[in-house]
């Protein structure tokens, strides 16, 4: 009996142990959560709200009436009927995909091109390269009011260039419908090429160049060198930068209102300006969210691809 006391009371003091041992456990945790909380608050503030809110507007008959009484019914899938049999959708869905593709093509071949030039070692590289980022840094509704006037029909910096090499100076770049999305999609391009090239040539510094130097002693042309070991170990970054590039490119606006404005004759129409078109000249609310939504989506879409595309390098 005594032994069965003594062993009984040898062993009490192993729960407070046991609590010593959780509490830094759980101090580590709650300053864990400490530190991401305002991260996490801040994301359902001003990301999850709002998402939630445009989904559920995209349902409601939620018009300029409606929102000062303060009474939104719902009005089922009556706005996404709606925006989908509208002939503009269609057309403002083909400008956002030929938009967004050229774009990226361009700004892409141009940026690698720049990257693998400026990989050489010449007088005035880092003061060139400093230039080129110029475009990138100036704000886009600036570029856009600028490119406004030089592309002008009969005053643009452009067309008076033309006329002086004697090519013609009277080309309707932004006023005509055949040739305003091809102009906004020019000016995009200027716009992006800094973006391509700097991230670009920050891969092509992290290729090691004793490949380079087996590449030339094995007698492997330019061509040959950069098809086998330039862009096999370039195409993470390649991914990043695509994917980034189509998730910034699909959702322009402030370039497109301060060039065109969405015409002429809706030709450079895309979701992003559909969505401000619905919502804020139209005051149909509804729709607009109908088309946020879409837009959304396709930028979840990849957004999922990229953190994909990521895990997959980084195993």
Known sequence: ????????????????????QRDPRRRRRLSQWGFIAPAVVFMLLFFGYPLVRNVVMSFQDFSPSTFFDGKSPFNGTDNWSKVFHDDLFGKALWHTIVFTVGSLLGQFGIGLALAV?????????GVLRSLILLPWLVPMVVSGIVWRRILDQDTGVLNSFFDT??????????TSPGMA?????????WIGIP???????????????????????DGASAWRTFRSITLPLLKPVITVVLVLGFMSTVKIL??????????PADSTQ????????NSFVQLDFGAGAVVGNVLILISAVFAV??????RSEGK
Request: charged share 10%.
């Open 1 to 20: 009996m005594s032994t069965t006391t003594a062993s009984a009371t040898a062993t009490r003091p192993a729960p407070a142990a046991t609590v010593k």
């Open 117 to 125: 030039f400026f990989t050489k070692k010449f007088p005035l590289n």
């Open 254 to 263: 402030d370039l497109i209102l301060a060039l065109t404005d969405g015409g």
């Open 195 to 217: 973006f391509n090239m700097v991230i670009l040539y920050g891969g092509l510094q992290e290729i090691p160049k004793e490949l380079y130097e087996a590449g030339s002693l």
């Open 270 to 277: 895309t979701l992003g300006t559909l969505t401000y078109q």
């Open 181 to 189: 999305l091809f102009s906004v999609i020019m000016v995009n391009i």
């Open 165 to 174: 090499l004697g090519l013609g100076g009277h080309t309707p770049w932004l």
């Open 305 to 310: 691809f990229y953190l994909r595309a990521n």
